[in-house]
């Protein structure tokens, strides 16, 4: 026993030796660094709403310009956010202030989009916005809360009640109709976005992959359409139907006395859920083409967002198993941004031709589930 532990004992010494650093490092305050660390969650948060105020701007056009689309969800809307520091994440809080100029005593304003029914009534960030109709805003969950009351409000003129520089005044905020689905913003590396039907994710990784405001539409219409066509409930089908076909030949195989644990349920399900998988995303990304024109976007050079996904995640050039290949991608949009071209020159409406498109790559035994 008396020998085991000198053992260990000669061993611990001789790995702290050995793990030792053999430079002068110098000398950092504690003061220092967390001041240093201040400063940059200062800079993080407010590159944050900045890059959240580009997706809101976008995203408000997309929904606006296609809520009928949106089968009869959707709700007013008058591009504006406003927070306090109550109503902030809590890693954000402390220094919120400081990063935002926010108030803990009113709501105010971080981000109006340009050409929504909030600029028009001459509001600007800043603003301390105090009450819509009368009815204080609340200090905690103020951009749900605001929501909330908007939708059950209608889209009737509102009565907004601010502070600018000390100055109290009241402004008429007449709300648009859009489609309701939320959009959350995350900060990510991940390239990638997706919906479930009750929200849009966008990561901030591929946020940074687009060049242009009409990349971004894109995107965020690539993920409305998914939600207005279906593809989340037409999964889940072809995911059963899977499941049940497996499962009658399990239980045929076991009528003659040999059990497969349920792997025929098991590996029809998995190719249910992929069944017309690549050509829903060929779908979404046609449908979303005709969803960013109509807000307004040129389409025109948007196709060079699937080379920059393809440059980011090699993977997306060659494997096609839930997503089509880049290549594909990229050549489609410029097809659809070719259509579309032809339909404004004819004076015809940006309708976009819902016809199965069938797939021109084989699928690949890889998983490459990027946006």
Request: glycine residues 8%.
């Amino acid at each position: 026993m008396r020998s085991s532990r000198w053992w260990l004992s000669l061993i611990s010494v001789l790995l702290c030796a050995g793990c030792a650093p053999v430079s002068r490092l110098p000398a950092l305050s504690a003061d220092a660094i967390e001041a240093e660390k201040r400063n940059q969650q200062i800079v993080q948060i407010r590159k944050y709403y900045a890059e959240l105020h580009r997706v809101d701007s976008v995203a408000f056009r997309i929904r606006t310009a296609n809520r009928a689309d949106c089968r009869g969800w959707e709700s007013p809307q008058i591009g504006l956010y406003a927070v306090t520091p109550q109503s902030l994440p809590r890693k954000y809080r402390s220094y919120s202030r400081e990063a935002l100029d926010i108030t803990w005593a009113r709501p105010t304003v971080i981000s109006v989009v340009d050409g929504s029914p909030a600029a028009a009534a001459g509001i600007v960030a800043g603003d301390e916005i105090i009450a819509l109709d009368g009815e204080l805003i609340l200090l905690t969950g103020t951009a749900g809360w605001m929501a909330g009351w908007l939708k059950h409000h209608g889209a009737r003129p509102v009565q907004a009640n601010l502070r600018r520089d000390g100055v109290d005044r009241t402004v008429t905020i007449n709300p648009v109709m859009g489609c309701a689905i939320p959009i959350n913003y995350i900060t990510a590396d991940d390239t990638n976005a997706y919906t479930d039907d009750k929200k849009i994710v966008i990561y901030s990784g591929i946020v940074a992959l687009t060049k242009s405001d009409a990349q971004l539409a894109h995107i965020i219409g690539h993920e409305l359409a998914h939600a207005n066509l279906g593809h989340g409930d037409k999964r889940l089908v072809n995911r059963a139907l899977g499941w049940l076909g497996g499962t009658a030949i399990d239980v045929g195989i076991l009528a003659g006395g040999i059990s497969t644990g349920g792997a025929f349920g098991k590996e029809f399900t998995k190719a249910g859920a992929l069944a017309y998988s690549v050509n829903f995303e060929r779908e979404a990304d046609y449908v979303g083409a005709y969803y960013a024109a109509r807000a307004g976007y040129e389409l025109s050079g948007v196709e060079e967002f699937w080379r920059a996904m393809g440059l980011a995640n090699p993977d997306t050039i060659r494997l096609a198993t839930t997503h089509p290949i880049t290549a594909v991608r990229f050549l489609q949009m410029q097809q659809v941004a070719a259509e579309i071209a032809d339909k404004r020159r004819r004076n015809l409406p940006l309708v976009p031709d819902l016809k199965f498109v069938p797939s021109q790559e084989e699928p690949a035994p890889a998983n490459a589930s990027q946006f």
